[in-house]
């Protein structure tokens, strides 16, 4: 076989003897004057047609033989859910964070969706000052004011290492903001309807706050049962939410990790209290007539029921992890059952009063899945071997003529063999074999050569084994078209017009961070 | 029995009013305030869970009798009461209609035998309830208040529904 567009004279019948002695090369060597004095010419063995049955083909794919990793260069595991989890523990776990980690519970990239997930909710707390200001003179400045305490106060602890597993710490942060924003955004545009219901009670409360006894009792009325709302209801499902989204089916894992981190956080609400405080004093100095102690101060006796109700939020958060995936009246239904015979006579689903019972504990508003592990993808593949042009005699193929007998006798078929061995290894790659013949003849006649001399050199590949059932090899038939009466037409030029892919796969590096920063 | 009211509940509207929530919480019979509730949702409980719960929540009903129990039980309900507290006395019907929703209801399966039994001890005691006063603050119904006979406690029906029959024997009742 020689290249395409190489020009191939018919051979005379004595070079072709002379072929048949001593081999193409010989004869190439006389045509060009140089095989003079050169020694005994080798011929290389003939190629021919590889007997049947084909051989064997390989498997559709080779698994991959390097190990999935993060861009970290974290060694990583899948879970069946397609969630990618850390298999070792981090070489550089650059974060702050408390000792007593279990480092499958860091998400892959540990480091940068860190960085991440920390300057996103460095921002969230500038909004939260700002939403703050912006309200102020309005009754729900004051839940505004202290939840912007809570959060700077948490990111301080973050920033000092105070909890096991930062990340999750920051990702609550993320949801809680949504949660509070979405509500807050739909009742000032009065799209009630669109209010989760524990809001609804908690702004309509804050907006008929006034009381007769006081500036700080009015501000009271406003301020719990937002903190209500906020408590008992959007905290236990934004952590049963984050657990659910990032973490639930690394083996291994459970909500009761976390649990030390929950109530860490014990400190975070007496600093917002001891923040807030002198802002309520200043706004109102109404004294309580029985006691002499101020309003404010009482007041936060309520606010802040810490231990009762950051307890209730963690078996709230346990029992609706417990039975995420069921319906929205299963979940209620379940955690209603849970907390009413755990404590008959609290009331832990009520804001302002109010029994919030059309809550959508499965639901985190603006929560989505992570981004699934990469799959394993298919190395490029390997060049293939140079394409070209095989010449055939004139009128060949002859009824059952095996390609070597069609093929001029100075055509190489060694270079088929090694395509046919190519396409073992890849997949999806598209052969074009165009047929052609030289203008003697018939029209017809030269078409049918033409397509029979295509359809020759794809039997020729099946028979060395080419994969043709992964790989495409079409036969076309170009007949005459374009050719005249010399021998350059008749041939089969074999073009690799894709290469497809290899079949080796790979584990590409994942570069995954969790929804909440993932743009 | 007359207009007069119940010295406990003077007792009660009285600390309300001064919000004093210790001594709220402490009129307060913790045990018949919460069965209901907690036999309701034992019911809906698998009955694997049935036991270890059952064991908790009793535990934690009589705990607050003991004033060892969760902090602040009354919750936000205390701080709603400071401000303009009411208790409306009931007629017999308005009595009835509050036992029948302070009375628990037939216990599930898988529930152990000791807290059956106390269950039951507390489904005959809430039959002895004597009066019933329906708990306003402001213009908000808050509650069902229960006297028990020979106690000087009450039984806290919490969203005692509004109850036709349970005619207003009195207006306001002031200390």
Same mark, same amino acid.
């Given at each position: 076989m020689t290249t395409a567009g190489a020009h191939a004279p018919e051979t005379p019948p004595a070079l072709l003897r002379l072929q048949a002695l001593a081999g193409n090369r010989a004869v190439a060597g006389l045509l060009a004057g140089t095989? =003079?004095? !050169?020694g005994v010419v080798q011929r290389k063995p003939p190629v021919t &047609?590889?007997?049947?049955? #084909?051989r064997p083909l390989p498997p559709a794919a080779y698994p991959p033989q390097n190990r999935p990793l993060d861009t970290e260069g974290n060694l990583i595991l899948i879970t069946r859910g397609g969630r990618p989890y850390l298999a070792?523990?981090?070489?550089?776990?650059?974060f702050p964070h408390a000792a007593g !980690?279990?480092?499958?519970?860091?998400?892959?990239?540990p480091n940068r969706t860190y960085q991440r997930l920390r300057a996103h909710c460095g921002q969230l707390l500038i909004q939260q000052r700002q939403l703050a200001t912006r309200l102020?003179?309005?009754?729900?400045y004051w839940f505004a004011r202290v939840y912007s305490f809570v959060t700077q106060y948490t990111l301080e602890d973050v920033d000092a290492g105070k909890y096991q597993y930062p990340h999750m710490k920051l990702q609550q942060i993320v949801h809680f903001h949504e949660t509070y924003q979405r509500n807050l955004e739909a009742w000032e545009a009065g799209q009630? =309807?669109?209010?989760e219901s524990n809001w609804q009670a908690a702004f309509a409360a804050a907006d008929d706050a006034?009381?007769?006894? +006081?500036a700080s009792k009015s501000i009271g009325n406003a301020l719990l049962p937002s903190m209500e709302a906020h408590i008992r209801l959007d905290l236990p499902r934004a952590i049963a939410a984050a657990y659910q989204l990032h973490?639930?089916? /690394?083996? +291994?894992?459970?909500?009761?990790?976390f649990q030390r981190d929950f109530y860490a956080m014990g400190a975070v609400f007496e600093r917002s209290q001891a923040a807030l405080a002198p802002e309520i004093d200043a706004a109102g100095t109404d004294l309580? #007539?029985?006691? %002499?102690?101020t309003l404010g101060d009482i007041g936060f006796v309520f606010l802040f029921l810490i231990d009762t109700e950051r307890q209730m939020a963690w078996e709230k958060a346990t029992a609706v992890a417990r039975a995420w995936g069921v319906s929205r009246a299963g979940i209620e239904r379940a955690l209603r059952a849970d907390m009413g015979a755990r404590?008959?006579?609290? @009331? #832990?689903? @009520?804001v302002a009063g109010k029994? /919030? &019972?059309?809550?959508? %504990?499965g639901n985190q508003p603006g929560a989505r899945p992570d981004p699934r592990a990469p799959g394993r993808t298919y190395e490029p593949a390997p060049e293939p071997p140079k394409s070209g042009t095989l010449y055939f005699r004139?009128?060949?193929?002859? +009824? +059952?003529?095996?390609l070597e007998h069609a093929a001029?006798?100075?055509?190489?078929l060694q270079p088929l063999l090694a395509l046919a061995e190519w396409t073992r290894g890849v997949r999806g790659a598209s052969i074009w074999l165009l047929g052609r013949a030289s203008s003697e003849g018939t029209e017809v006649l030269n078409q049918n050569l033409a397509l029979a001399r295509a359809e020759l050199v794809r039997f020729f590949l099946w028979r060395a084994g080419a994969d043709l059932d992964r790989n495409t090899v079409r036969t076309i038939a170009l007949g005459e078209?374009? !050719?005249? =009466? /010399?021998?350059?037409?008749r041939c089969v030029s074999i073009l690799v017009v894709d290469r497809g892919q290899s079949k080796q796969q790979v584990f590409p590096a994942t570069a995954n961070l969790p929804s909440e920063v993932n743009p | 029995m007359g207009d007069a009211l119940h010295p406990t509940v003077v007792a009660f509207l009285a600390a309300a009013e001064a919000g004093d929530v210790d001594r709220l919480e402490e009129l307060i019979d913790w045990p018949t305030s919460g069965v209901a509730r907690f036999v309701a949702s034992l019911r809906e409980l698998p009955e694997r869970r049935r036991p270890e719960l059952a064991r908790q929540g009793l535990a934690e009903m009589f705990a607050l009798a003991a004033g060892s129990?969760?902090?602040?039980?009354?919750g936000s309900l205390a701080m709603r009461l400071t401000e303009d507290p009411m208790a409306v006395r009931l007629d017999r019907s308005g009595v009835e209609a509050l036992i029948q929703a302070a009375r628990p209801g037939p216990l599930p399966a898988a529930i152990p035998d000791d807290i059956a039994q106390a269950v039951d001890r507390l489904r005959r005691r809430i039959d002895t309830i004597e009066e019933a006063y329906r708990l306003s603050a402001g213009k908000r119904k808050e509650a069902g208040l229960g006297v028990l006979s020979g106690a000087n406690h009450l039984t806290l029906v919490r969203r005692f529904p509004a109850h036709? *029959?349970?005619? *207003?024997?009195?207006?306001r009742l002031s200390r």
């Open positions: 095989a =003079a004095g !050169a &047609t590889p007997a049947f049955p #084909p070792e523990r981090p070489a550089s776990l650059a !980690a279990d480092f499958r519970l860091f998400p892959v990239n102020k003179g309005d009754m729900r009630r =309807a669109k209010v006034d009381s007769i006894l +006081g973490y639930v089916d /690394i083996p +291994g894992a459970s909500l009761d990790a309580n #007539p029985v006691n %002499w102690e404590h008959p006579n609290l @009331e #832990p689903f @009520e029994d /919030i &019972t059309d809550y959508d %504990w004139l009128d060949r193929p002859r +009824g +059952g003529e095996a001029r006798r100075d055509q190489d078209l374009g !050719a005249q =009466a /010399i021998p350059e037409h | 129990g969760p902090d602040r039980p009354l036709p *029959a349970g005619r *207003a024997v009195t207006t």
